[in-house]
């Protein structure tokens, strides 16, 4: 019985990075635009499947208190320098995401550079929730 616990979270926690990965996986290069990007679209989905799970910075038990599963939460979060409209190296997000500042993910996910590219180019737009 002892091993039992351990062996079904094991099983759920598998399955749990095997779907988000594909979800993130199916987020392409062709499907990220150079320019206009959308929250909705583009940004929140590489965002909740990476950083935002519900076991990291998701609704259910946000660390450090950043949440990040709306646009609402992810503006205000870190005392608003989480994002800072315009300012890319300014903002606390691309730090972390770039390495530049420290930071121990409970899974250690990793964006793509397209991905980090586009977080950067949304921010440098302006962050619209759009």
Known sequence: MKFFIPLILGIILFFLLTCCSANLSNTTADELPENN??????????LKNTCGLSYCHGEVAPQGGV?????YT????YNGALIIPGNPDGS???QIIENRLPHNPVLNWKL???????IRKWILEGAKNN
């Not at 992810?74 to 979060?77: A, P």
């Not at 793509?112 to 586009?118: F, G």
């Open 37 to 46: 990007l959308s929250f909705q679209n583009h940004i929140l989905p590489i």
């Open 67 to 71: 949440q990040i599963y709306d646009y």
């Open 74 to 77: 992810l503006v205000t979060s």
């Open 92 to 94: 606390v997000l691309v």
């Open 112 to 118: 793509t550079q397209n991905h980090i590219r586009s």
